[in-house]
């Protein structure tokens, strides 16, 4: 599980490697289980080993705005608050039952402190993937859907369309409008 985590992120010696392995906790989060509340300062970054996190915040109180959405083998945390050490303005919850590692940000420290290799360890903290386009108002409902099958397909085979829909920032209704005129494409 290590070098696929280490893969991700640069290249380490085995004595890193080694102080790593040591470092990481490991957790099993329930589904529905909540990860970082809103208004707690995220303090640990996440490796998905199994399973599905939603990040969102409520458009009102009762409709869920889905701001991002983590599968297996990606890095999961909320970037500002960890970044600024202020408090989220979102939450994260497992979408199912989940395994993840976790390093907290004094465990980080150490790391850098010990190798100047860890540095690398900031690379978390770009994303592997460009959710602006999904906010970009330029974009249309089909676009940003042919965005998410050409650059995150994965996200369709784990996620409802609800979720979706809200993550590209359109209406179910819409999604499946979109999905319908695909599929005639491909017909």
Known sequence: ??????????YFSDKDIEL???SLSKRIIQKGE??????????????????AFLEYNFK????QNIIDLYLENQWLLNKQSFVRQEPSDTIIEAFCEST?????IHTIHHLIAHSPAFLQLGSILEPAHS???FFDNSLTPLQKYQYLLDNRREIIQVFPL?????????TPETLSRVREKLSKRLS
Do not use: N, P
């Open 20 to 22: 790593f392995e040591k």
């Open 34 to 51: 909540i990860l970082l509340k809103q208004g707690q300062i995220c303090q640990t970054v996440y490796f998905i080993s199994k399973g």
């Open 100 to 104: 993840v590692w976790g390093l907290d």
């Open 1 to 10: 599980m290590t070098t696929v985590i280490l893969k991700k992120i640069g």
């Open 131 to 133: 959710r602006v386009k």
């Open 60 to 63: 009102d109180e009762i409709e």
């Open 162 to 170: 609800k979720i979706i829909a809200s993550y590209l920032k359109i």
